[in-house]
């Protein structure tokens, strides 16, 4: 709630609405009017907000937000080191999967492929908000699988499109980004798992660095490093050239539709760098995310950026898409330029309403990668409210 008290806190600018933001986040009473404020944002939400909770998720970005436990809140780096290193983590996944197959047994969102020039694009909605992806040859009938969680959902998917599974990517070890990489490569003999070293990812074959890519067909896939997530998180750049359309970036869990991942295992600069990193690449390339997190991530973007209309224009689409079950994605990186917060670190409005306000030497400014952390923050508490 602090964080969607602020909201009125960020109409103004400069250093008082630093004082005022730290202030509300610092447990100062909230007055009766920042309560309807924030009944009315949560009125903003879709219906989907009153229905009954979802399973938890298996993946740590995803907090419920009805009656739901943050998993990551009680116990912080302990349980996450037990999610990522312990068979545990491998229970708790394999758990949440059994849920979200009978909670949503033809996926949690209808999901909108995309056929490009002999290129077809299809994401496959996994677990109880995930997304995995096959990028498919139709002329050579090959696939490539992209963080496929549900194993049994990415088969029925190779089944249904006819095409034989020749690699899968996978972006970071998280069990729900790869809980289905031993389950598939033992069905398909030959086919190949990439990733990065660094990350522990289960039943890699082909370790891949910065810039490697992968051939598959027409496909040309480029694997780019960004960690921050975790260690070796990998996105994945699908080049538009040889079938003459968009590029494609798969963003696994560093960039969502006006979000980013939390930093699990770097800092603020490590996540600053990854993300200016995918910043460099075309206003046309489409995101596809590895999380359907839109509607929640738009809300805490009009926290922070309350007059942003490029923001509310794609709330309204993100709402109407959401009543429907619709998948949100593809946006665009131009698209997120717009109102993604964290790609905005740079904007000066961001930069007055969250800095740290003048210092003992009069100082104003506030380095990008404060602001970004400053940000994730501010996320985490919207997000467990």
Not at 239 to 264: A, H, I, M, N, V
Not at 309 to 321: D, F, N, P, S
Request: with cysteine; hydrophobic share 30%.
């Amino acid at each position: 709630m602090a964080a969607v008290v602020a909201a009125t806190a960020l109409k103004g600018r400069g250093a008082r609405n630093a004082r005022v933001l730290r202030g509300i986040l610092s447990g100062a009473t909230a007055n009766k009017a920042s309560h309807n404020r924030t009944r009315a944002l949560q009125s903003h939400s879709s219906p989907e907000c009153k229905e009954e909770p979802e399973p938890l998720s298996p993946e740590l970005e995803y907090i419920p937000r009805k009656r739901g436990k943050n998993p990551m809140k009680a116990v912080g780096l302990a349980w996450y080191s037990l999610y990522t290193r312990t068979w545990l983590g491998y229970l708790f996944y394999r758990q949440q999967l059994r849920r979200a197959r009978n909670r949503y047994p033809k996926g949690h969102s209808r999901a909108q492929p995309r056929l490009f020039n002999g290129v077809k694009v299809l994401p496959i909605p996994v677990l109880s908000d995930n997304y995995s992806y096959l990028i498919i040859d139709t002329q050579a009938r090959l696939a490539v699988a992209v963080d496929p969680s549900d194993p049994r959902a990415v088969q029925a998917s190779i089944e249904k499109e006819g095409v034989t599974l020749v690699a899968i990517l996978c972006t970071h070890k998280h069990w729900d980004h790869s809980g289905g990489n031993r389950d598939l490569s033992r069905r398909h003999r030959d086919c190949r798992v990439y990733g990065s070293p660094q990350d522990g990812i289960p039943y890699l074959t082909h370790p891949l660095c910065h810039q490697d890519v992968v051939s598959v067909g027409r496909l040309q896939i480029r694997a780019l490093a960004t960690p921050g997530h975790t260690q070796g998180h990998l996105v994945y750049l699908l080049d538009g050239e040889p079938y003459k359309g968009p590029s494609c970036l798969f963003s696994g869990d560093l960039l969502f539709l006006s979000g980013c991942g939390r930093t699990f295992e770097g800092t603020a600069e490590t996540m600053l760098s990854s993300l200016d990193t995918v910043l460099g690449l075309g206003d046309d390339t489409l995101l596809w995310p590895g999380h359907e997190y839109a509607e929640e991530n738009l809300g805490f973007a009009g926290v922070v950026e309350p007059e942003n209309l490029a923001r509310e224009r794609k709330m309204q689409w993100v709402q109407r898409q959401r009543m429907e079950r619709r998948s949100t994605c593809p946006s665009t990186l131009g698209e997120e330029r717009s109102y993604n917060p964290f790609l905005r670190t740079h904007c000066l409005a961001l930069q007055e309403a969250l800095g740290p306000g003048p210092g003992p030497t009069g100082d104003d400014g506030c380095s990008r990668a404060q602001l970004l952390e400053e940000l994730r923050r501010l996320k985490d508490m919207h997000k467990s409210k």
